[in-house]
């Protein structure tokens, strides 16, 4: 499988949606592809991790690439799989949304992102990791994120992919970010969004009614991303907070 024919594939406008899936995901597939397809959304692609997945998904007619991985089930480690894989992605030269599986995409957000920026990310409350929290206020979440090929972007994958180790990628995407861009260097704007600007990155922070993780959603939520334990059930707290829309 040549990467870069299978991005050629499945984007759009130089712009691709990808997801990750294992065989324990595989029906939260069918539940965030039933979203896309409610938007006629149609440049997506889902990374299987293993070949029952990836079976699983084609036989559900579900746009799927195999590539040997693992994703574990809990935070603060073993993310480095899917980094390395989101890092492949950009070398294609395309710009990526990176979106988990468990999140419903109410309204088409394509027109909140901007090839003035070098990334979009969705906004963390939850204070992790703490060092950000205490000095932007905020942290960013990768797990709604847009990323552009910049040479800002490439680099950061570099920096966060150099020492052979596992990590946390919310946790090295903000210590990264956080790094480079002071408090004063956060330009807040009227949706309760953030702008972070230094000499060589840009990028924007979405308000959190925008990407909803914590609250209620309103009318301004385009994507609803329920925060969750790593471990819950899925499938079960989708149903029990009626976004559940595949059967």
Request: aromatic letters at 12%; charged letters at 25%; proline letters at 2%.
């Amino acid at each position: 499988m040549v990467l870069k024919e299978e991005v050629d594939k499945y984007a759009k406008n130089e712009l691709l949606v990808v997801s990750f899936c294992n065989k324990l995901y595989k029906r939260i597939a069918l539940n965030w592809v039933a979203y896309l397809k409610k938007l006629n959304i149609e440049n997506y692609v889902i990374v299987s991790a293993d070949r029952e997945t990836e079976k699983f998904l084609l036989d559900n007619n579900i746009n799927t690439i195999y590539i040997r991985g693992t994703l574990p089930r809990q935070s603060k480690k073993g993310w480095r799989w899917r980094t390395e894989q989101l890092s492949r992605f950009l070398n294609c030269g395309c710009r990526i949304i990176h979106s988990d599986l468990d999140t419903a995409w109410l309204k088409n957000p394509f027109h909140l992102i901007s090839k003035n920026y070098d990334a979009v990310f969705s906004r963390d409350l939850g204070g992790y990791p703490k060092e950000v929290q205490e000095k932007w206020g905020f942290c960013v979440c990768p797990g709604w994120m847009y990323l552009t090929p910049t040479a800002s972007i490439q680099a950061m994958f570099i920096s966060i992919l150099e020492e052979n180790k596992e990590f946390d990628d919310q946790d090295q995407i903000n210590r990264y970010m956080c790094s480079r861009i002071s408090k004063e260097n956060i330009v807040e704007l009227i949706d309760e969004s953030s702008e972070l600007r230094s000499n060589s990155f840009n990028a924007k922070v979405l308000g959190n009614s925008i990407i909803e993780r914590y609250g209620y959603v309103t009318d301004y939520c385009y994507v609803y991303h329920p925060h969750m334990r790593k471990n819950a059930d899925c499938e079960t707290q989708l149903k029990k907070k009626g976004f559940w829309i595949y059967d």
